[in-house]
């Protein structure tokens, strides 16, 4: 029993030290405006620290590492450490509308050096976004969404 207890403590001191030893920039690049989108960044980021086996509590202060002065400025105004808050600011702050993700889902094409699964990933993350800016919770409402689109499309101008 005793054996035991001690086993359990040794193992969670280990994935404690694991954790906090942990580098991020091993894993992911710094984010850079200019080349890259922070919704798309923002959801690797979290793929990789889940993978990693990060603790949430530390998604933000390693987040905070990889990214510009600027937005580290707007994070550090917040007073709560709540990712998902934290991932709305910078999608606010840069200004990632519905209709942005509409345009780079239509306008979106194959890197030479991406694989079609990261081209698959990347549409189906700006489509994602675009849905849930338009709130669209169910079938009926993707449906007119589709269909709507499908309109404007044949509408002369």
């Known amino acids: 029993m005793k054996l035991e207890i001690y086993a359990k403590r040794i193992e969670s001191t280990t994935e404690e030290r694991v954790q906090s030893s942990f580098d991020v920039h091993r894993l992911i690049q710094n984010f850079d405006l200019k ?7 923002l ?5 990789q620290v889940k993978r990693a086996k990060v603790s949430e509590e530390l998604w933000v202060s390693h987040l905070i590492g990889l990214l510009p002065n600027d937005m580290v400025q707007l994070i550090a105004k917040q007073s709560d450490e709540v990712n998902e808050q934290v991932k709305q600011i910078l999608l ?4 990632l509308s519905e ?4 345009q780079m889902f239509t306008k979106h094409s194959k890197s030479a050096h991406g694989t079609w699964k990261d ?3 990347e549409l189906r993350t700006y489509f994602r976004e675009r849905i849930k800016g338009l709130e669209v ?3 009926e409402k993707l449906c007119d969404l589709i269909i ?6 044949r509408v002369p101008t």
């Open 148 to 153: 709507t689109n499908q309109m404007k499309r």
């Open 99 to 102: 209709e942005l993700f509409r």
């Open 35 to 41: 080349v890259e989108d922070i919704s798309l960044y």
């Open 92 to 95: 606010k702050r840069y200004e």
């Open 137 to 139: 919770e169910n079938f």
């Open 43 to 47: 959801d690797l980021f979290e793929r």
């Open 119 to 121: 081209f698959v990933y």
